[in-house]
Structures are given as structure tokens and as C-alpha cells.
């Protein structure tokens, strides 16, 4: 029933900044959880950020180190991620998910608890 295609993605420097955008089609998509995900050559895909339904209960995997920032436009059907502070290792094809079953307040962490997956988008980290 979503549908998500994640844009944003490019070449910075190391220190930089870059948001990364995921936009959702309307339907539904104000009651979904919503979360970021990466994965970087040959490693497995991990956990970023997620956000619940109202867009007040973030949540932040630990390498983030409050280098990063996940919010949630529903008027507009975007979520976004915006990260400051990027390092090489940040490196990564970016992800977002939808979980349609979460509770109102719920952040889910991980993959099996998502529903829709966009397409990716590539963040490169220059040195």
C-alpha cells in the first residue's frame, strides 16, 4: 500500500552535512512508523533512526552520537534525515522504511518490524 523512494543522496566531505529525504505516497502513511537504515559494502544492513507515528519519539543508534537528526513532515509525506558531522565511515546506501502496525508511540529498531522498503539512496563520505 507504500510506497517510498529515497533522494538526497551524494558526495560530501568529511565534516559536511547532507539530508536525505523519503517520500512516501499519501496513503496511510500519517499512521506508519518510519525508520533509516544503511548498508555499506560488505557489511551487513544496520539500524540508523526511526520515528513513531507523531514524530516525537525518535530514536538513534549509538554510532550516530548526535551527529544525526530523523523527522517526519505528514502534510507533506517526507521523512527526512539530516546528518552533520559525516565521517568516511558513514559511507553507505540509505534506506527508509514504513511499519504500518505499529503502535501510536512505538520506534521499531529493527528490519523484520518494517513493511515497506524504498529503493536506497547512496551517501558518500570523502576524506
Known amino acids: 500500500q507504500v510506497q517510498l523512494v529515497e533522494s538526497g543522496g551524494g558526495l560530501v566531505q568529511a565534516g559536511g552535512s547532507l539530508r536525505v529525504s523519503c517520500a512516501a505516497s499519501?496513503?496511510?502513511?500519517?499512521?506508519?512508523?518510519m525508520g533509516w537504515f544503511r548498508q555499506a559494502p560488505g557489511k551487513e544492513r544496520e539500524f540508523v533512526a526511526a520515528?513513531?507515528?507523531?514524530?516525537?519519539?525518535?530514536y538513534y543508534a549509538d554510532f550516530v552520537k548526535g551527529r544525526f537528526t530523523i523527522s517526519r513532515d505528514n502534510a507533506k509525506n517526507t521523512m527526512y534525515l539530516q546528518m552533520n558531522s559525516l565521517e568516511p565511515e558513514d559511507t553507505a546506501v540509505y534506506y527508509c522504511?514504513?511499519?504500518?502496525?505499529?503502535?501510536?508511540?512505538?520506534?521499531?529498531?529493527?528490519?523484520?518490524?518494517?513493511?515497506?522498503w524504498g529503493q536506497g539512496t547512496q551517501v558518500t563520505v570523502s576524506s
Open positions: 499519501d496513503r496511510t502513511f500519517r499512521e506508519t512508523a
Open positions: 520515528i513513531s507515528w507523531s514524530g516525537g519519539t525518535p
Open positions: 522504511a514504513a511499519d504500518k502496525d505499529a503502535p501510536f508511540s512505538y520506534v521499531p529498531r529493527y528490519p523484520f518490524e518494517y513493511d515497506y
